[in-house]
């Protein structure tokens, strides 16, 4: 069973940056591609962007193309999402997941079998 746990998020000004780490507390990383949802307040969990194991990358929701980055540190076995020039709507809850193989599988949340407990990022001035 792979457990992912997610860590960086904060509080930060409108136009600031954060980098959100996902590590595994079993298994490895290096087998899986792993994605990136967000849950707003009072809105449903979306699809962010994911990451295959060969390095390619998907983003999905407009607004953060451009801005979000994810990449992967297999020396560090983990994987990152890099938020910058941050708005007040990217304020949520940012979960880290895994589907079951190397490659990504879209942005449907039934897609993906394993889900961190959330990292809170609050964009406020």
């Known amino acids: 069973q792979l457990q992912l746990v997610e860590s960086g998020g904060g509080l930060v000004h409108p136009g600031g940056s954060l980098r959100l780490s996902c590590a595994a507390s079993?298994?490895?990383?290096?087998?899986?591609?792993i994605g990136w949802f967000r849950q707003a307040p009072g809105k449903d969990r979306e699809a962010v962007g994911c990451i295959s194991t060969y390095g390619d990358t998907t983003y999905w929701p407009a607004s953060v193309k451009g801005r979000f980055t994810i990449s992967r540190d297999n020396a560090n076995k983990a994987v990152y999402l890099q938020l910058n020039n941050l708005d007040p709507e990217d304020t949520g809850v940012y979960y880290c997941v895994a589907p079951l193989g190397r490659l990504c599988v879209g942005s449907a949340r039934e897609a993906y079998n394993y889900w961190g407990q959330g990292t809170q990022v609050t964009v406020s001035s």
């Open positions: 079993t298994l490895s990383l290096d087998y899986y591609a």
